[in-house]
C-alpha cells in the first residue's frame, strides 16, 4: 500500500462543510475516551446514540464516525502492547482529525469526489498522468485532513507496477538431437562438448577400477585403514599429498587447482 498527497482546493461551502464534519470526527473521538470505550460493537452503539442526540452529527457521513472509533480501537491495542502512548484528546488548534472514506467515492485526473461533499479539485504537477490512471485503477481509500497550509488528501492505493505480470502462455517446447544438443521453440540452440565427457567418463571408470583393485588387495593383506593415501609422503614430510597417488583423478575433481586432504587437518588446503 502507498499514498499520494494532493493538496485539495474546495469552495466556501466545502471548507465550512469540511471544518463541521472534521470537528464531528473529533468530539465522536473524545467521548469514546471519555466513556472508555474501546470495542467495535459499542463504539457503534454510541454513534448510533450520539447522531440521535445531537443533530450537527447526522451532517456529516456516518462512514467517517465509524472510521475514527475504529481508528481509536487500534490505538488502544498498539498501547496495551507497549508499542505507542494513550490516546489523548484532540484539538481544534492543533489541526487534529482525519476524514477516512473507505468507499462510495470517485477519483479522476483533476478532481475526487467524495460523499455530502461533491467533486473537490486537486493539483499536483509532480505526478504524471500514467501515474494518476494506475491510482484511478488501484485506489482504497481517501484520507482527507486540514493543515496550515490548507486542505489535504491522502489517497491510498496498491502498487501493482512492480508486480511482474504472469504470462499463461509461457509454454517452450524442447527438442533434443545430436548435432544441437538442446533446441528450444524460440529458436535459442545450446550444444554441449559430448567427446570431454565422454573422456572424463573412461578416466573415471579406470580409476575406480584401480582403486577397487587396491582395496581388494588390502582386505586380502588384511590391512587396516584402506582409505588412506596409499604413498609414504605424509610419513616424510607429515602432509598428505593425494594428487601424486592418483594424479589424473584430482586433475578431473580439482581442474582449478586445490583440494582438500581428507587425512590433514580439516579445512587445510593445498595446490
Known amino acids: 500500500m502507498k499514498t499520494l498527497k494532493v493538496k485539495l482546493y474546495p469552495n466556501k461551502g466545502q471548507q465550512n462543510s469540511l471544518r463541521q464534519f472534521l470537528g464531528n470526527t473529533r468530539f465522536i473521538w473524545n467521548k469514546l475516551i471519555e466513556e472508555n470505550i474501546y470495542t467495535l460493537t459499542k463504539a457503534g452503539r454510541k454513534i448510533t446514540e450520539l447522531r440521535r442526540e445531537y443533530d450537527f452529527l447526522r451532517l456529516s457521513p456516518a ?21 505507542t502512548k494513550k490516546s489523548s484528546f484532540k484539538k481544534k488548534k492543533d489541526f487534529d482529525g482525519v476524514l477516512i472514506f473507505p468507499q462510495w467515492f470517485k477519483f479522476s485526473i483533476s478532481k475526487i469526489n467524495v460523499s455530502k461533499l461533491g467533486w473537490i479539485k486537486f493539483k499536483d504537477k509532480i505526478v504524471s498522468k500514467e501515474k494518476f490512471k494506475l491510482i484511478q485503477k488501484n485506489i482504497r481509500q481517501i484520507w482527507i485532513k486540514e493543515e496550515p497550509n490548507g486542505f489535504f488528501a491522502y489517497l491510498v492505493y496498491d502498487d501493482k507496477s512492480n508486480k511482474k505480470k504472469q504470462n499463461n502462455n509461457s509454454w517452450i517446447g524442447i527438442d533434443l538431437g545430436l ?73 578431473i575433481l580439482y581442474p582449478k587447482g586445490g583440494y582438500y586432504c581428507r587425512n590433514s587437518y580439516k579445512g587445510e588446503k593445498y595446490e
Open 179 to 251: 548435432k544441437d544438443t538442446i533446441t528450444l521453440s524460440s529458436g535459442e540452440k545450446f550444444r554441449i562438448n559430448t567427446e570431454k565427457i565422454k573422456k572424463i567418463i573412461r578416466k573415471i571408470e579406470r580409476l575406480t577400477s584401480v582403486i577397487d583393485k587396491k582395496k581388494n588387495i588390502n582386505k586380502k593383506r588384511k590391512i587396516k585403514n584402506s582409505n588412506r593415501c596409499c604413498c609414504s609422503q605424509k610419513a616424510l614430510y607429515g602432509k598428505c599429498f593425494p594428487n601424486k597417488c592418483f594424479p589424473d583423478l584430482y586433475k
Open 63 to 83: 462512514q467517517t464516525l465509524q472510521q475514527t472509533a475504529s481508528q481509536l480501537i487500534k490505538a488502544y491495542k498498539m498501547y496495551k502492547k507497549g508499542y
